[in-house]
């Protein structure tokens, strides 16, 4: 019954000239300004990564240099000889002074950084392109 | 800049992004061991964490190294005919037990244990102690500006 009156209303009622065209136009808009809120995020977090990227080059330098992660890698290049004579505690101390919280907060700071520079540019044409109607 | 606009969504940049994510989880997962492993074996000797302060709150993150495990690296501070007292670069002070065995090196080769000058800047190779000394199996001077300004 439903049915045959919605069928009923279609045919008899004439839309307006132009909803189909206003109504893709509307959606169009609101993909785009999605894209726009997604792309100020997307921003946000380049913004900071970025930003974070530099003080954790730094920390990570210092790390390894505090940790003496450097000077027994330095033992292969100055005293190879000895260097492999004593290979195991060696390799046991390059485990033990690799300063991990530093290498975290940089692979995590350039992972997230890359990340949101791609999903960036894959949403920079949705933001910005003009509308356009079939 | 089209190039650029090419390059960030490429494949290229997918396998460097899964790349980094498999590191992170690895690091991730060597941090929790070192950390986990440190406290367990060498309680209190795995140095000062990265620590955030302020008012009412003190957070410490261990920084994932042992300054002291089976290495050490540092500055000589005293030396006796059994041991030598070092600090190392996070500001400890640190044990190193010589014994016959102990082979003490310079840039220019094999040397005794009277070549080493407090001061001087060494890399220790050994075995950690119960008690947070080493037995030294290998000291390597290294060069450093603190070593030259005492030989002066």
């Known amino acids: 019954m439903t049915s045959k009156r919605n069928m009923a209303f279609f045919t008899e ?19 785009r300004r999605a894209a726009r809120i997604k792309l100020a995020a997307l921003g946000t977090v380049i913004l900071v990564s970025g930003a974070a990227l530099v003080p954790a080059v730094s920390y990570a330098v210092q790390e390894f240099y505090t940790s003496g992660f450097y000077d027994y890698l ?21 485990a033990e002074s690799l300063p991990s919280l530093a290498v975290l907060l940089l692979v ?7 990340w949101s520079l791609r999903r960036a540019v894959r949403n920079a044409g949705a933001a910005f392109n003009p509308i356009r109607l079939a | 800049m089209e190039e650029f606009k090419k390059w960030v969504p490429s494949e290229k940049v997918r396998w460097v992004l899964y790349g980094l994510g498999i590191l992170f989880v690895a690091l991730l997962i060597f941090h929790a061991g070192v950390v986990t492993g440190s406290h367990r074996h060498f309680p209190g ?17 261990p920084r994932g190294f042992i300054s002291n495990g089976h290495g050490s690296v540092g500055t000589i501070q005293s030396i006796s005919t059994s041991s030598l007292s070092l600090e190392t670069r996070d500001g400890a002070t640190q044990t190193v037990l010589l ?7 310079t840039e220019s080769g094999a040397t005794s244990s009277t070549a080493l000058l407090v001061g001087q800047q060494v890399i220790i190779l050994g075995t950690p102690n119960d008690d947070g000394t080493i ?9 450093s500006p603190i070593r030259n300004s005492i030989r002066q």
Do not use: M
Request: net charge positive.
């Open chain 2, 45 to 61: 000797r795995a140095g000062p964490g990265f620590g955030f302060r302020g008012p009412g709150f003190n957070v410490q993150l």
């Open chain 2, 135 to 143: 037995s030294a199996d290998l000291i390597r001077t290294t060069p």
């Open chain 1, 13 to 31: 009622v004439e839309p307006p000239e132009g909803l189909f065209k206003a109504v893709l136009a509307r959606i169009a808009l609101a993909r």
């Open chain 1, 74 to 94: 330095s033992l292969f290049f100055s005293d190879s000889s000895v260097a492999f004579s004593h290979w195991q505690e060696i390799s046991l101390s390059l």
């Open chain 1, 108 to 114: 995590g700071f350039a992972a997230a950084f890359l």
């Open chain 2, 99 to 105: 014994s016959d065995k102990t082979s003490i090196r």
